[in-house]
């Protein structure tokens, strides 16, 4: 996302350096926790084939996105905390690729949590059907990233808006230029709305599913696991969701809001770091291997990848599996 005004003026309004180093501790925060956290996700998808369905296979792409997002975000720490020119003239590039990466990245988690929701409604509510082959699954993540590099890019290259150093809020972001105001109001509803009412739309259609057979034995391990993923885990991913996202669009959406904007992009940034913890802390299977790769406990990982297996000194054999396998 980005952190321009609406407006055409620039006067400075995050000029206090006292408050730019409160942002800069905020987002270089949520940067090492982001590097680290989504590190230690894609790290237990390759290792444990626990880990390796078709739900995980979406949370591994979204944690690649959101591990690319905590890596640039450095730059907007420098760019807060720069008493020069770093950030203009011939280095501003670092500030456009910032800002693409950024708005796409965030972009990319969004969809893909839509993407989520979608595929456990189908298999709840309809678990016989054959949705998500492995083709299909590749061509949906395709398209979680494919819809924000279009919003994202796109229009600068017709000349609808422009992304660098943002003069207003000392940030990576979108320029004042003609149609700068068009730009962040394609992204915003490009990347933020739509995706958010696949999602709740998903869990309320399978939270209705649930209710209506709460009596009814589940037989099916394709049935069960995304039940476990939807009530124990999904609830918290949406309202994490709502949370971090809600403050910028009422930045962007009321203007008496607008000094913090700055603040709300940091929470917004946040956002690519809580995941990881929310699986470490509410889905079985990754708060297993979380414990054994922070332990180095390779041969306690349950069911070792061919990936483990080839680095050496861990057991061929499966071992126990330790959660539900649906998701």
């Not at 949906?140 to 609808?160: G, N, Q, S, Y």
């Not at 770091?273 to 406990?297: A, E, M, Q, W």
Request: charged content about 15%; overall charge positive.
């Amino acid at each position: 996302m980005d952190t321009s005004s609406s407006t055409d003026s620039q006067p400075s309004e995050f000029s206090d350096y006292n408050q730019r180093v409160v942002v800069a501790i905020m987002i270089g925060t949520a940067s090492l926790v982001g590097i680290i956290g989504n590190s230690l996700v894609i790290g237990a998808v390759l290792l444990s084939k626990v880990l390796q369905t078709t739900t995980t296979a979406f949370i591994f792409s979204m944690s690649v996105a959101h591990l690319l997002c905590s890596l640039v975000l450095p730059w907007d720490v420098v760019v807060l905390l720069s008493t020069g020119d770093l950030p203009r003239g011939d280095r501003e590039w670092i500030c456009s690729v910032t800002t693409v990466t950024i708005s796409i990245t965030i972009g990319v988690g969004l969809y893909t949590l839509a993407a989520i929701g979608l595929n456990h409604m189908l298999l709840i509510t309809r678990p016989t059907a054959k949705f998500f082959t492995p083709k299909k699954i590749a061509a949906a993540m395709v398209v979680t990233w494919l819809i924000p590099c279009l919003v994202v890019v796109v229009p600068p290259l017709i000349k609808v808006g422009q992304v660098g150093f943002n003069e207003k809020f000392h940030l990576c972001g979108s320029k004042f230029t003609p149609g700068c105001k068009t730009y962040n109001s394609i992204r915003v509803l490009g990347l933020y709305p739509i995706p958010l009412v696949c999602i709740i739309v998903c869990c309320v259609l399978i939270w209705s599913h649930l209710r209506r057979h709460a009596h009814v034995p589940a037989t099916s391990s394709d049935i069960v696991g995304p039940t476990q993923m939807i009530t124990k885990t999904m609830p918290f991913l949406l309202g994490a969701t709502i949370i971090f996202m809600t403050p910028y669009a009422l930045c962007r959406a009321n203007r008496s809001f607008e000094p913090a904007l700055a603040y709300a992009s940091a929470i917004l940034f946040s956002s690519c770091s809580i995941n990881p913890i929310i699986y470490g802390i509410r889905h079985r299977d990754f708060k297993t291997v979380f414990g054994c790769i922070l332990r180095r406990g390779w041969n306690d990982i349950p069911q070792p990848s061919a990936l483990l297996q080839s680095m050496g000194g861990v057991k061929s054999q499966d071992k126990e599996e330790v959660g539900l396998h649906g998701d």
